[in-house]
C-alpha cells in the first residue's frame, strides 16, 4: 500500500484544494492531510475564516482523503513521515524546492496549482 501525505490549512475549501486532493490521492492507495491547527495558523502569522474542527470536519467528507491529523508545527513533517509510514510527500508547486530535504525519507512531488483559483484570491475579492 502505498501512502501519500499532504500540509494545509484548506480554508474556505474550494474545487481548486480538491482537485489537489484528488491528484494526491491518484498517486497512491491512502492519503493523509496534515491540517493546521488553529494555534498554529497564528504562529504562521495567519488566520482561517473556519475553525480547525470545521476544516476537519469538510476534509473528512472528500472522498480522495482517508483520514486527517493535526499540524502543530513546522518540524512535524520528519515525525510524520516515518510515523504514519509515508512513501510521498505531496504540496503545491508553489512551495517548489522547500520541502526536498525529506527526499532522503521519501518521495517528493510538488503539484501544479488550479489556475484561476486560490483561497487569497477569494478573500480579496470578498475585501471588495
Given at each position: 500500500?502505498?501512502?501519500?501525505?499532504?500540509?494545509?490549512?484548506?480554508?474556505?475549501?474550494?474545487w481548486?484544494h480538491?482537485r489537489?486532493l484528488?491528484?494526491?490521492k491518484?498517486?497512491?492507495?491512502h492519503?493523509?492531510?496534515?491540517?493546521?491547527?488553529?494555534e498554529?495558523?497564528?504562529?504562521k502569522?495567519?488566520?482561517?475564516?473556519?475553525?480547525f474542527?470545521?476544516?476537519?470536519?469538510?476534509?473528512?467528507?472528500?472522498k480522495?482523503?482517508?483520514?486527517?491529523?493535526?499540524?502543530?508545527?513546522?518540524e512535524?513533517?520528519?515525525?510524520?513521515?516515518?510515523?504514519y509510514?509515508?512513501?510521498?510527500?505531496?504540496m503545491?508547486?508553489?512551495?517548489?524546492?522547500?520541502f526536498d530535504?525529506l527526499?532522503?525519507?521519501?518521495?517528493?512531488?510538488?503539484?501544479?496549482?488550479?489556475?484561476g483559483i486560490?483561497?487569497?484570491?477569494?478573500?480579496?475579492d470578498?475585501k471588495?
Amino acid at each position: 500500500m502505498k501512502k501519500i501525505i499532504t500540509y494545509g490549512t484548506f480554508d474556505l475549501l474550494h474545487w481548486g484544494h480538491v482537485r489537489l486532493l484528488e491528484r494526491a490521492k491518484e498517486l497512491g492507495d491512502h492519503l493523509t492531510v496534515a491540517l493546521s491547527t488553529d494555534e498554529f495558523n497564528l504562529l504562521k502569522h495567519k488566520e482561517a475564516y473556519h475553525s480547525f474542527e470545521h476544516r476537519k470536519y469538510i476534509l473528512e467528507a472528500i472522498k480522495y482523503v482517508d483520514e486527517v491529523i493535526p499540524e502543530t508545527d513546522w518540524e512535524q513533517k520528519t515525525t510524520d513521515i516515518d510515523l504514519y509510514d509515508i512513501d510521498i510527500f505531496v504540496m503545491g508547486d508553489d512551495w517548489t524546492g522547500k520541502f526536498d530535504f525529506l527526499k532522503s525519507q521519501c518521495e517528493v512531488i510538488y503539484l501544479n496549482r488550479t489556475d484561476g483559483i486560490s483561497t487569497t484570491s477569494i478573500k480579496k475579492d470578498l475585501k471588495e
